[in-house]
C-alpha cells in the first residue's frame, strides 16, 4: 500500500512523504517553526525574508510571496541539491525568489540559510558610506557577542573579542534573484564571511548547520541593533 503511495505521489509531483513528518526537527517542520519565530523579531514581516534547509541531497525552500509565519509543512518545495530539479513542488505557489541566494549558500557548505529584512539590518546598511567603485563593509570590534560567528570555513572556532568582524554589503536590485550574482562575489571576496548584507534590504546568514545558521543571525543582529544605537551616541565601531 506504501509503495502505490509513493508511486502515485511521484507521479504528480507532490511527493508528499519528503514532507511528511513527526519530528519537529524534520526540514519541512523546522522551517515553519523557525520561520514562526522569526516573524516574532520583526525579521520575516509581511511575506519577506525566508529560510531554507539542506538535509543531504534535499534542499528544501519555502514558497514565494506567502506570510512565512503561517506556512505549513505541505507548502514547502524539495529540491534535488545534484540536478537542481524540484522533487516536490505544491501546484499553489511558486518557490521563494531567494532561491538562488539559499544555493549559493549550498554550493559553499551551508546546511541553512536564513534571509531576513531585519531593521536593525537595514539601518547598518545605511550608516555605512557607499564609496562608488569600492566594496562596502560593515567592521565592528570589541564587542562580546562578536565570539558568536565563527572565525571563517575550514577554520576552527569563533572570533575573539579582539577580532574584527567584517561583513560585506551589496548593492539591493529590483528582483531579489538578481542579487546572486553579487553575493557570489561577496563570498569569494571574503571566503571567511557566513554573511551578507543587502542595502536596504536585509541580511543572508548561512551556517554549516541550522543551529548555527540561527545562533549566527542572533548574534549578528543583537551586534546591528547595538551598532545603530551606539552612532546614534557618537560611538566608533573601531578602534581605527
Ligand atoms: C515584501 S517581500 C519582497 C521580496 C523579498 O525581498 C523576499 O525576501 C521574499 O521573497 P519570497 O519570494 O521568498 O517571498
Ligand atoms: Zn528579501
Known amino acids: 500500500m506504501m509503495a502505490i503511495e509513493t508511486a502515485m505521489s511521484s507521479n504528480d509531483g507532490s511527493n508528499h512523504h519528503l514532507v511528511h513528518s513527526d519530528d519537529p526537527m524534520h526540514p519541512a517542520n523546522h522551517i515553519c517553526t523557525l520561520c514562526a519565530k522569526f516573524y516574532t523579531l520583526g525579521w520575516v514581516t509581511g511575506t519577506g525574508g525566508g529560510t531554507s534547509i539542506r538535509h543531504g541531497e534535499h534542499i528544501y525552500i519555502a514558497p514565494s510571496g506567502v506570510q512565512k509565519e503561517l506556512m505549513k509543512p505541505t507548502d514547502i518545495f524539495v529540491m534535488d541539491f545534484n540536478n537542481r530539479e ?9 518557490p521563494s525568489a531567494c532561491t538562488p541566494l539559499f544555493l549559493a549558500a549550498f554550493t559553499r557548505g551551508a546546511g541553512c540559510c536564513i534571509h531576513t529584512h531585519s531593521q536593525w539590518a537595514v539601518l547598518v546598511t545605511l550608516l555605512v558610506e557607499r564609496d562608488f567603485g569600492k566594496d562596502a563593509c560593515f567592521e565592528i570590534e570589541e564587542i562580546e557577542q562578536i565570539k558568536g560567528i565563527p572565525k571563517g570555513r575550514g577554520k576552527q572556532g569563533n572570533l575573539g573579542y579582539y577580532d574584527r568582524l567584517r561583513i560585506p554589503i551589496i548593492e539591493n536590485t529590483a528582483q531579489e534573484e538578481d542579487l546572486t550574482d553579487s553575493l557570489e562575489k561577496a563570498m569569494e571576496k571574503y571566503p571567511d564571511t557566513y554573511a551578507v548584507l543587502v542595502r536596504r534590504h536585509g541580511i543572508y546568514v548561512w551556517g554549516d548547520n541550522v543551529h548555527k545558521a540561527k545562533t549566527q543571525c542572533e548574534s ?3 551586534i546591528f541593533q547595538l551598532a545603530v544605537e551606539m552612532k546614534k551616541l557618537g560611538l566608533l565601531w573601531t578602534n581605527k
Open 86 to 94: 524540484y522533487l516536490r513542488r505544491p501546484n499553489v505557489h511558486k
Open 220 to 222: 549578528l543582529d543583537y
